[in-house]
T-cell receptor, first 118, second 114 residues
Framework: AQSVAQPEDQVNVAEGNPLTVKCTYS??????LFWYVQYPNRGLQFLLK??????LVKGSYGFEAEFNKSQTSFHLKKPSALVSDSALYFC????????????????FGKGTKLSVIP | DAGVIQSPRHEVTEMGQEVTLRCKPI?????LFWYRQTMMRGLELLIY????????DSGMPEDRFSAKMPNASFSTLKIQPSEPRDSAVYFC????????????FGPGTRLTVL
């Protein structure tokens, strides 16, 4: 079974400071990993994904995430936070140990609310 | 492309009434997912389709919930009869078969059952 954990319900950071939103995962095989962002009253928007290759993945709006297989983590980072980054962030995983049409489920974490303080 | 379209955006109904939520996927996307989001349980997958065929409905809470995809351009999620505990935001998401699992979400339907 695949699972993902976001250990922090909320992260507060001052504008201009670096931010990190944590995610750890559990899979049987290799993972596909994703970050999505949700602004108030909106659907989830894709930010970035790790499939294979370089462990550092760059995505939209200056965000990046680092895949760490030994720590089973995929933390989201940004060097300098903006007030407009305030939103709900979701990590998601798919376990590549399963194949076929029935395996295309993503498991989402519970979300981390990021508040960037001016 | 207009993205995933959901209607209505908001629905308020009384307990016992039938509710139908609608989704139009991105053209060419072969997979369609229905999710429910609540504060208590987060984002839950209810059911998903591949080429209009339901693949996994294990997340559907009970028999009051049903989903159909009569063609590649349209899906419905129906709750009959509705209960207050069904109040949530319901999202539809779609993905292309050739993509590496990136799902694209609609704006959601906020359902309130009184």
């Amino acid at each position: 079974a695949q699972s993902v954990a976001q250990p922090e319900d909320q992260v507060n950071v001052a504008e201009g400071n670096p931010l990190t939103v944590k995610c750890t995962y559990s899979v049987s095989g290799n993972p596909y990993l994703f970050w999505y962002v949700q602004y108030p009253n909106r659907g989830l928007q894709f930010l970035l994904k790790y499939i294979t290759g370089d462990n550092l993945v760059k995505g939209s709006y200056g965000f990046e995430a680092e895949f760490n297989k030994s720590q089973t983590s995929f933390h989201l980072k940004k060097p300098s936070a903006l007030v407009s980054d305030s939103a709900l962030y979701f990590c998601a995983v798919r376990d590549l140990a399963y194949s076929g049409a029935g395996s295309y489920q993503l498991t989402f974490g519970k979300g981390t609310k990021l508040s960037v303080i001016p | 492309d207009a993205g995933v379209i959901q209607s209505p955006r908001h629905e308020v109904t009384e307990m016992g009434q039938e509710v139908t939520l609608r989704c139009k996927p991105i053209s060419g996307h072969d997979y369609l997912f229905w999710y429910r989001q609540t504060m208590m349980r987060g984002l839950e997958l209810l059911i998903y389709f591949n080429n209009n065929v339901p693949i996994d409905d294990s997340g559907m809470p009970e028999d009051r919930f049903s989903a159909k995809m009569p063609n590649a351009s349209f899906s419905t999620l129906k709750i009959q009869p509705s209960e207050p505990r069904d109040s949530a935001v319901y999202f539809c998401a779609t993905k292309a078969a050739v993509s590496t699992d990136t799902q694209y979400f609609g704006p959601g339907t906020r359902l309130t059952v009184l």
